[in-house]
């Protein structure tokens, strides 16, 4: 049994992490995002054995963006195993997130799924299944938060869709070279629908609950991934989930994890919890700034470091 007081924790930390506010920028590219409060925290710890914690706006949804990424992989694991690696690396890229400085160079192929020409490959793929992939997607996310009110936001969706010039190039790029079998407007559509999902920490907590449980979530009481799977998917987030500053993420926090410029961060603790962590100011890499020092104050004092 866990005899932690998470929920003292929690309230520390969110009052640990006030010096921290106004050090970064919320995401002003999609312009639909530059409304969001700066001041925004919240945060959800959901630990295996069932039990849940949170403080703050936890319960508040936000755009949950590259998050998105993560799920998506997923889905097209579960759908598509191994061949998945077909279409993307499995690599760090050191680059922006929105680079395509490697994609020429590497034939089309990107470094992994997380940067954003490796997450419109893996979402090609995953569009080449019947049926829409939309509602599988949206339905996917729902069934993992187990809350039906988990949908996309039309506003943000569009914001980013008349603002998304360098994906549709990364998408030209990577069709030119094959790797794309979508019509491209369609590809984009579906891609900045599913960036533009919107979710609270509490539900992208319980979300990531799987991951840290092998892939079988007695709360969903479903298998989601195989236990290889999901130690794949963990290896992924923890090389390439937060960009360009993997390296300071695993320095300073030490666990798998995955951003979004909404400003959300799910971070998953083999064999004991997720969290989810939201603050829309973000460092120069796109990665929360509150958010990343949450979780270091979070793995440091429970010691759950993987490192
Ligand atoms: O494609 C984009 O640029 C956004 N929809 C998602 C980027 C993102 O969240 C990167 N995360 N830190």
């Not at 929105?98 to 569009?127: C, Q, W, Y």
């Not at 007695?218 to 989601?224: G, V």
């Not at 971070?267 to 989810?276: D, L, Q, T, W, Y």
Request: aromatic share 8%; net charge negative; hydrophobic share 45%.
């Amino acid at each position: 049994m866990d005899v932690l007081d998470y929920q003292a924790l929690l309230d520390y930390i969110a009052e640990g992490v006030q010096p921290h506010f106004g050090k970064g920028k919320v995401a002003n590219y999609i312009p639909a995002l530059t409304g969001v409060p700066a001041t925004k925290f919240g945060m959800a710890v959901q630990l295996a054995s069932g039990e849940s914690f949170s403080v703050g706006d936890a319960e508040e949804a936000f755009s949950v963006q590259s998050i998105s990424k993560l799920f998506v992989l997923e889905l097209a694991m579960s759908h598509f195993g191994d061949m998945v690696w077909t279409r993307v690396g499995k690599e760090p890229s050191g680059d922006r997130f929105n680079s395509m400085i490697k994609l020429e160079m590497e034939h089309g192929v990107p470094r992994n799924p997380f940067i954003n020409p490796g997450a419109l490959a893996t979402l090609d793929l995953l569009m080449g299944l019947k049926g829409d992939t939309k509602h599988r997607i949206r339905n996917f996310l729902r069934f993992l938060a187990m809350n039906d009110a988990v949908d996309a936001d039309e506003a943000v969706m569009q914001s980013e869709l008349t603002h998304s010039n360098l994906n549709r190039a990364m998408a030209h790029l990577m069709k030119s070279y094959k790797n794309i079998d979508q019509d491209v407007d369609t590809l984009l559509e579906t891609y900045c629908f599913q960036c533009s999902m919107t979710m609270t920490c509490k539900d992208l907590a319980l979300a990531g609950l799987p991951l840290a449980t092998g892939g079988y979530s007695a709360l969903h009481d479903a298998t989601i991934l195989s236990v290889a799977q999901a130690k794949r998917i963990n290896a992924v987030m923890l090389t390439c989930g937060m960009y360009d500053s993997v390296g300071s993420f695993a320095y300073r926090v030490g666990v798998p994890a995955k951003s979004g410029v909404g400003g959300g961060i799910l971070a998953v603790i083999p064999g004991k919890m997720s969290v989810a962590v939201w603050s829309p100011e973000l460092d120069q890499f796109g990665n929360s700034y509150v958010g990343t020092a949450a979780l270091e104050m979070f793995t440091s004092m429970t010691h759950t470091s993987i490192f």
